[in-house]
């Protein structure tokens, strides 16, 4: 796993925030779910593919080739083709 050589501090309310290149970099709009896994001491923060990878909706999503895609993305496409 490679290192940002970013360090940021929890503040008051056990948050942190996350580097705007690498939201950027890997595609994380706000809103994006997140899942979150420990293994001993890292805490791993993973995209969830219950969202959808075209604009972050958590609704009606399915999983395709390992992607959630929602139902309205789904239409548009559809709309486009
Ligand atoms: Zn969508």
Redesign the pocket.
């Known amino acids: 796993m490679a290192s940002t050589g970013v360090i940021r501090e929890i503040d008051n309310l056990g948050r942190i925030t996350l580097p705007k290149e690498l939201r950027d970099h890997l595609s994380m709009p706000a809103k994006t779910p997140i899942a979150i896994h420990v293994e001993g001491t890292r805490i791993i923060l993973e995209k969830s593919n219950r969202a ?1 990878f ?2 972050g ?1 958590t609704e009606d999503v399915k999983v395709l080739n390992g992607k959630g ?2 139902a ?2 789904v239409e548009q496409i559809k709309a486009e083709l």
Do not use: G, P, Q, Y
Request: hydrophobic share 25%.
């Open positions: 959808c075209l604009c909706s895609v929602c309205s993305c």
